[in-house]
């Protein structure tokens, strides 16, 4: 069974660009979670999004977006991009909406801010 | 507030046992992951707890204490394929059904 897959695995823009980082869930998972992990922190929670529709959001600003298809894939759109969003931006799917369901990471993206 | 406190860094040896400590502090817990993560990879789940006691899984074990908020996962027979970061993560009805996931703990295992 395929797990989580992200694309594209690295990425680099300037500042003020924008960003579209996509992840494809295992197959039957329906929610999909977004996370930034920077140097020296945490994974920060950033967007959940279950059945199309975005559930929950962490405490990162307005542009920090995203969305979820049809087929449960989903896209995280970064506006305006500034140097500290450079961060490695990890996607998790789950079998369904339960906090007991174990969340499963894909490889991630490496986005560089320059 | 949400705090989740692990150590930042830890070593041990070839064969040896070592016990990762987490300390949380949350409201409405709905229980504590462990992931693994080695160097530029995705994390890796390890162990889920949602009551108090322990749960073992092969060399790996976890423990719950709720009333304590803390956790730890201990590994057993080390291997150099251990050296990785240890992620602990809470649920929490707080966040919806996101983890809130502490720093990591870096674990080095040398022969």
């Known amino acids: 069974e395929a797990g989580v897959t992200q694309s594209p695995t690295h990425l680099i823009k300037t500042r003020g660009q924008q960003a579209t980082l996509r992840c494809s869930p295992i197959?039957?998972?329906?929610?999909v979670y977004w996370y930034q992990q920077a140097l020296g922190l945490g994974l920060q929670f950033l967007l959940w999004?279950?059945?199309?529709?975005?559930?929950n959001r962490g405490n990162f600003p307005p542009r920090f977006s995203g969305r979820q298809f049809p087929n449960y894939s989903s896209e995280l759109n970064v506006n305006a991009l500034e140097l500290e969003d450079s961060a490695l931006y990890l996607c998790a799917s789950s079998l369904r909406v339960a906090v007991t369901d174990t969340q499963y990471f894909g490889p991630g993206t490496r986005l560089t801010v320059l | 507030g949400q705090n989740i406190d692990q150590p930042t860094e830890m070593t041990a040896t070839e064969g040896a046992i070592v016990q990762i400590n987490c300390t949380y502090q949350?409201?409405?817990?709905?229980?504590l992951f462990w992931y693994q993560q080695h160097a530029g990879e995705a994390p890796t789940f390890l162990s889920y707890?949602?009551?108090?006691g322990l749960e073992e899984k092969g060399r790996f074990s976890s423990f719950l204490s709720r009333s304590k908020g803390y956790s730890y996962l201990l590994l057993k027979e080390l291997q150099m394929k251990d050296s990785a970061s240890y992620l602990c993560a809470v649920g929490t009805n707080q966040a919806g059904t996101a983890l809130i996931f502490g720093k990591g703990t870096t674990l080095s295992v040398s022969s």
């Open positions: 949350t409201s409405g817990f709905n229980g």
């Open positions: 197959s039957g998972h329906t929610s």
């Open positions: 999004y279950d059945e199309g529709e975005e559930r």
């Open positions: 707890n949602v009551l108090d």
